[in-house]
Structure formats: C-alpha cells, structure tokens
C-alpha cells in the first residue's frame, strides 16, 4: 500500500553540486525501484544550523514529496543513514487530505497557466494616425475627470465634517490636506498624563 511521506534531508554544506545530484539520483533510483513517485524536490539551500553538527554551522536542506511503499521507506532510511554526506534526515508520513487539496490546487493552477499559454494574445488596435497627427494631445487632458485633483473640481467648496470627541468640526479640503498626521494615544498613557 503507497503512501504519501515528506523526506527532509541535511547535507555537509562542503559537498559539491555533484554530490548533492548524486544524492538525489540514488533517492530517485530506489523510489522507481519500488514503485514510488516524486513530486516535488524543494532545494532550499544552504542555511544556519540550530546547532553545530560536526563542527559545522550551516547544512544544505533539501525536502522531497513523494508517494512509497513500506520497502521503500526503509530501503532510502537504510541509504540515507550509511552516507557519510548526510547529517540528518527525517521521514515523516503526510496527512492525504492535505496532500489531495495541494495536489488539487496545483493541477488548477497548471490549467489555468497552460490555458493562459494556449490563448493567443489580442492585437493591439491601431491607432488612428491621421486624428492623433491633426490633434496634439496634452498630458493634462488625457487625465480622465476622477483623476483630477480636488482643487480643480466645482464641489471642492464643499465642507468635510470631522468627528473628534463627539464635537464635529468642518474643515475645508485645503485644511485637510495640511494638517499634520494623526497621533494616537493609549488610554492608560493620557489618564497618567492628566493626573
């Protein structure tokens, strides 16, 4: 019976690349052996140890998703243990809800990129070279009339009201724009202040 499991290794951060894609290889080797499945390689690098282990401050961790069968748990615990190159390493069996909904989740989004990839893009329209060429078109006019400033607009008279301490105070827009920031204060702060 396969089931699904997380691999997490650490590696002597001394090893070369060719050493870690022998690592890899040799774990990839024995999950085809056994009829296993990988789905996922997560290289995370090289990374700050919670301890020294082997007078060595940094490891290289890599995590591996995968589907096994119990031989093959015990046959890549039994390689992963002998190697001299692993520091340390931790099989742990993943919960099939949550590895069914990630799985879920990738293929939607693999669909969703691949349909993204299959449409064609739209052309972008021409543009009419003989309005443009007989009309020069000033930066301020392409403004559309929600984007223009308040001061510009026919209702900027109007009076925004402010509640501060169950008083309401009206303030002009240009007063609102040069007040300084709010300050909040903790309660606690201003009774002892006050007192």
């Given at each position: ?6 691999l ?10 060719e050493?870690?894609?022998s690592?890899?290889?040799r774990?990839?080797?024995i ?8 789905f ?13 282990i082997?007078?060595?401050r940094?490891?290289?961790y890599i995590f ?12 890549i615990?039994r390689?992963?243990r002998?190697?001299e ?16 909904k ?5 293929a ?9 990839a299959?449409q064609?893009?739209?052309p ?13 078109v000033t ?10 400033p ?5 209702e ?20 609102i724009?040069s007040?300084p920031?709010?300050i909040?204060?903790d ?9």
């Amino acid at each position: 019976m396969s089931r699904d499991y997380e691999l997490g290794f650490i590696l002597n951060p001394e090893v070369s690349e060719e050493e870690i894609r022998s690592s890899l290889d040799r774990i990839e080797l024995i999950v085809a052996n056994y009829g296993g499945q990988i789905f996922k390689v997560n290289h995370w690098g090289r990374r700050r140890l919670a301890y020294p282990i082997e007078r060595h401050r940094d490891g290289y961790y890599i995590f591996i998703d995968m589907i096994l069968t119990p031989e093959a748990v015990t046959e890549i615990e039994r390689t992963l243990r002998v190697s001299e190159k692993v520091f340390r390493h931790m099989m742990k069996r993943r919960d099939p809800k949550t590895v069914q909904k990630e799985r879920e989740a990738r293929a939607a989004a693999a669909a969703a990129q691949a349909e993204a990839a299959s449409q064609p893009e739209a052309p972008a329209t021409p543009v009419e070279t003989a309005s443009s060429a007989e009309i020069p078109v000033t930066p301020a006019e392409t403004v559309s009339q929600a984007e223009t400033p308040i001061e510009s607009k026919p209702e900027a008279e109007e009076v925004a009201p402010i509640t501060i301490a169950e008083e309401s105070i009206a303030l002009a827009p240009e007063e609102i724009e040069s007040a300084p920031p709010a300050i909040e204060v903790d309660a606690e702060k201003s009774e002892t202040i006050e007192a």
